[in-house]
């Protein structure tokens, strides 16, 4: 990771969709929380660039009737993994990635501020590939090497932040293979 919050590691898709952080203290020090979260456009398909667009505000609405209903939203993501194990990044680290919305965890509101969201292609309707725990593995592992206030009790779903508003990254993620993977 460089200093700008870029991962070498990772495609890099700028988004628009971000701010600068409202956390005090040296940089990256107040971000403490990963959020996972799972994502396919249109539902449950995968393999195309649908994501990508939704993420830089260029989803067409013609294109398919749920795109209708989302492509005004203005979200983001800090990194994406696909079903083929690429890794994107659309927002640099130390900036604030538009991926939680209205969330609190542990009593904190707006997750956004403190937190790296990373977004898996997949649903809650079945498993993720293997390739995808891999990579979600490295990067992990990388994160909690260059933010000191990260840990393996830090990972948390969008479930965990947003009860009752979201689901993600759902019941077929594996948190004990990754848990395991980590250790």
């Known amino acids: 990771m460089d200093d700008e919050g870029i991962l070498g590691i990772a495609r890099q898709v700028g988004s628009p969709n971000f701010d600068e952080r409202s ?5 990256g020090d107040g971000i403490d ?4 979260h799972n994502i396919s456009l249109p539902p449950q398909q995968y393999g195309a ?3 990508e667009q939704f993420f830089c505000n260029e989803l067409p609405a013609a294109e398919h009737p749920y795109f ?5 939203l203005k979200v983001s993501t800090h990194l994406l993994i696909y079903r083929t194990g690429e890794l994107l990044q659309f927002v640099p680290l130390l900036k604030r990635a538009w991926h939680a919305g209205q969330s609190n965890y ?10 790296i969201g990373i977004e898996m292609e997949g649903s809650d309707d079945e498993a993720f590939e293997p390739i995808q725990y891999e990579v979600l593995t490295k ?3 990388s994160l909690i090497s260059h933010f000191p206030n990260l840990n393996l009790e830090t990972i948390v779903g969008h479930s965990d932040i947003a009860p009752g508003r979201k689901t993600d990254p759902g019941p077929f993620f594996d948190w004990a293979l990754l848990r395991s993977m980590l250790t």
């Open 23 to 27: 956390c005090n203290g040296p940089i």
């Open 49 to 51: 660039d649908w994501i």
């Open 68 to 72: 209708a209903e989302i492509c005004t």
């Open 33 to 36: 929380l990963i959020v996972l």
């Open 106 to 115: 542990r009593g904190r509101e707006r997750c956004n501020d403190f937190s």
């Open 139 to 141: 990067v992990i592992k």
